[in-house]
């Protein structure tokens, strides 16, 4: 049984339908917008990039040719990244990928760090760390991020007009007190829901129900929450008019900030809009049956059989 612990401020990454959005609709005009984007230069000389992990399998017939970035989700009140998703954009099978990684998982940051949980790998170091920490634990080649905070997810959902989620009475008891705190950090007006079930959430509420983790699938549902937030906030897009394309930008890129280039993010985006139409392909890691759960002076890791987890985590990457 898991400690309970304090509430943590929880967001959901939607880095890769903005970058959809913005080459999807804005195309070849897209270079007008993306300067609206914070654009930072990452130390790539110290990420914990192998040259195996720049060619996992090279050797292994099928291999498929795969550029990874990871997304983060950023809590700047806690100065941790509570949402890690591996975007994988795979050119060979012609697909999306997301791999969403555990916050809690139990990791040794080194150099006299503490031994503590993944999310607090940017607590720690930054964008910086919080990549060459992923791609020691799990033998990847990432070079790029892009983050956003979840006050500006809560603008973006908010401009977007909210979105319909079927609320269930779990969900319900948790949601409206996360809501509450938005309100206070944020500044805005609190706005709870009434009852459970199919309704319109704004920027706040929506927000809220992607951050608690204390319903019966704990930290599962959280992420099983925002993935599902994510593709609505997609089909959201779509459905935004030409002519709306420069106050869409104006309103959802300053919130964003990422070490992609704009020519990276429009070949991303190019690449991603088209295997996109293929759907998006999601799963998790730790895996369930690799991991067990251990509480340690109070608090609770996932600590998880790191080979076995990397192995299945790589064939998802590279050979689905």
Known sequence: MRARKKKKRKILPVILLIILFIIVCFGVTAFSYLNKIKTV?????????????KMPFNNVEGKHKVKNILLMGV????????????????????????????RDTYVDLG?????????????????????KTVNELFKLDITDYVKVDFEGLMKIIDYVGGLEINVNEQE?????????DIAKITNTKYTPISAPGKQLLNGQQATAYCRFRYDNNFDYGRTKRQRDVLFKLFNKFKEIPVTSYPDTAANILPNLETSLSQLELIELGVNASLYGKNGIAETRC?????????????????????????EKLHKFIYFE
């Not at 809590?75 to 555990?102: H, P, R």
């Open 41 to 53: 230069k990452i130390n790539d000389k110290n990420l914990g990039v192998t040259e195996e992990s």
């Open 75 to 102: 809590d700047n009140q806690e100065n941790a990244s509570d949402s890690n998703i591996v975007l994988s954009i795979d050119s060979t099978a012609k697909k999306i990928k997301m791999s969403s990684l555990m």
């Open 111 to 131: 150099e006299g760090r503490p031994i503590t949980k993944l999310n607090y790998a940017y607590h720690y170091g930054g964008c910086d760390l919080s990549v």
């Open 172 to 180: 319900f008891k948790y949601l409206n007190s996360y809501a509450k």
């Open 286 to 310: 730790p895996y369930d049956g690799l991991k067990s759960d251990a509480t340690i002076k109070g608090i609770y890791y996932m600590k998880w059989d790191q080979d076995k987890n990397v």
